[in-house]
């Protein structure tokens, strides 16, 4: 079992920033890959960004946040972050962030990649 609890959503005004922190907890020990997904209303959970926990930590992002977005972990204390910057209206969502125990599977910007979600935090962007 893996535990995730987020943190650090809130509400900022549009080109402003935000940095959320994700700590996970349990057999972290096993943990391949943690990615972050959003969830606007209305809409289908979307991928954000992802990062390994081995190879030298390679990233992946989501064509909509790439250059404002950056996913880093510091694994000495099994936390992931997301340093959002340059935020936009469209960035409104619920952030969740998720655990990949496996190590295989479908590509990481599927959601069904992933063992374990934490209970999102909202992030809301003011125009």
Known sequence: ??????????LVQAGGSLRLSCAASGRTFRLYAMG??????????????????????TTYYAESVKGRF?????NAKNTV???????????????YCAADLK?????Y???????YWGQGTQVTVSS
Request: hydrophobic share 35%; net charge negative.
């Open 1 to 10: 079992q893996v535990q995730l609890l987020e943190s650090g959503g809130g």
């Open 109 to 115: 910007y599927y959601a069904s990649r992933y063992d």
């Open 36 to 57: 972050w997904f959003r969830q606007a209303p209305g809409k289908e959970r979307e991928f954000v960004a992802a990062i390994i926990s081995w190879s030298g930590g």
């Open 70 to 74: 950056t996913i880093s972990r510091d």
């Open 81 to 95: 972050f997301l340093q959002m910057n340059t935020l936009k209206p469209e960035d409104t969502a619920v952030y």
């Open 103 to 107: 190590g295989y599977g479908n590509p």
